[in-house]
């Protein structure tokens, strides 16, 4: 063991809803993320459910104990905004967008999020399961600052980009504000805020949720968003700052390198790793993500070749990480168990 | 009067800059029909080209297409009808259990700007809806979208119940997101056309009705 406790580079898996709804019968609908004690059962199952299908490389729990978690995936500051959300046995809740008129959104002001649905529903689960069980696990999901403008302008904010740049800054400024204070909620609430973001992240991280920022150039990040990720850097930064990102984060990645307190960063699939590692420097984690599409319909070899691919780029391997997410129902076991055991034998921290 | 700044201006999205330009070249008298093929569709095929290779990004690509758009509008009615381009109608939508709409939005409006009429059926759409709508609108292709591989059977059912149906023999098939693979959609389920990303989803589409790129 060396001084990060560890041995060898984390490798997690992460499965969608519909995997554990058509193999268990697990369902994601609305009651799992409304009743917390439906939460509690089902977080029970999957463990148990992930050891007996995969306990041989190292997932699921033989006696799973129960953990008070809250989660509300990535829809609360939409919902509290107005926006419909759609829950389904086997998905992750979505926010569909709200499409704001230009006077719509020169109108907004930061609502008020904590009496305001379905925070108020979240604040009585946190009550709840701390008074039951004496802690909680986890956090509210605070978006993003541009995915949550896309939520509520809709695709037209990439066309106000160019052609109406005030409306951006407002609409951004109070997106920027709304998720600071989700942010702050969350650290008195729970005292994290990456855990419903990524398994991967320091739980104590504020980790954004860049998701839509693979969709824009460096110029448009810089521009527009750098100012205010850094408004969240900057307040705070006692814990920290953590991206995730979804997609390649090659284009973004002169903007990223000019966030303050930056300590974490997850990058999607179709990344160039070596060259993240080198222009972010050691000392920001990165955790790599593999296709699910790859994982589903990859050969054993072909992953395989992919995560040691992932682990010679990711060097130094004391601060990277590896997870395989969006697993969904087809994906052959023999590829998640590749992936783990390939990890454990080739990602060993120190030999490289 | 140099119409190449036309192009120039749908390439950099300088919406009001095309749209003066194309006032000025109706004025001037060109031919309407000459502007959109000479000038506009090369300045849209540009913007595809380099959004491919990640010169530019969706808001970019957004931009030209709709100042595409906006210059086409003022030219349309100039043109007559019998001798207008009909590029065929186009079916799109994000199959079912997928309600992720970008990739489906920038395919129709890259479509539209193109000259095609497009059916935007949304999200989460069933199988017979696809089959449906293209009977309905007499649709030369219908284009499936599936980011998540949660989509995977819906596509494959959906690209089947086409083919079984009345409309099968006629209507083509193209399929794109980033859950799909050319090997799964041309392949396993027998679609006509695998896309990359929008751009390549506008010529594939074009080829396969046998317009010129």
Known sequence: MNQIGRDQIRLQVGFYPDWFYKHYGISFDKRYYFDPETRVEARLAIDKALYERF????????????TPTITAGMITLPAVFGCEIVYENEAIPWAMPLNLSDEAVMKLEVPDI???????EWIKQIEYLKSKYGRVVGDINTTGVQNLALKLRGDQLYIDYFENPDLCRHLLEVCTESVRQ??????????????????MADPKLATLVN????????????????????????????????VHHCGSVDQVLPGYAKLRHLKFVEVGFGSDVRNCRDVLGPDVAVNARISPVLM?????????????????????LDSFSIDAVGLTYGTPDENVKIARRTAAEFGKIGTN | MNLDALTEAVVKGKRKDAVELTQQAIRDGHDPEKIINTYLIPGLNRVGERFQKREIFVPEMMISAKTMQA??????????????????VIVIGTVFGDLHDIGKNLVKLLLESSGF?????????????????????????????????????????????????????KVRIICGGAALTPKFVEGQCGADAYAKDAADGVNKIKKLLEIAV
């Open chain 1, 182 to 199: 989700m942010f702050e909620f969350n650290f008195k609430a729970t005292g994290t805020g990456s855990v419903d973001v990524t398994p």
């Open chain 1, 55 to 66: 306990g041989d490389v190292g997932l699921g729990s033989a006696k799973p104990v129960p």
């Open chain 1, 296 to 316: 589903k319909n990859g050969s054993a070899g072909e992953v395989e070749a992919e995560v040691k691919r992932l682990i010679r780029d990711g060097a130094p």
């Open chain 1, 114 to 120: 904590l009496n305001s649905w379905p925070m108020t």
């Open chain 2, 71 to 88: 210059c086409v509008e003022l030219l349309k009615p100039l043109i007559a009808k019998d001798t207008a381009p009909a590029l065929g």
């Open chain 2, 117 to 169: 009429k497009v059916v935007d059926l949304g999200e989460n759409v069933p199988s017979q809806k696809f089959v449906e709508a293209a009977r309905l609108h007499d649709a030369s292709v219908v284009g499936l979208s599936s980011l998540l591989t949660t989509g995977d059977p819906y596509v494959e059912e959906t690209v089947k119940a086409i083919k079984a149906s009345d409309v099968g023999a």
């Open chain 1, 211 to 242: 998701c839509t920022i693979e969709q824009i150039s460096n110029n448009t990040y810089e521009e527009f968003l750098l100012e205010y990720d850094n408004r969240i850097a900057d307040a705070f930064q006692h814990v920290g700052l953590g």
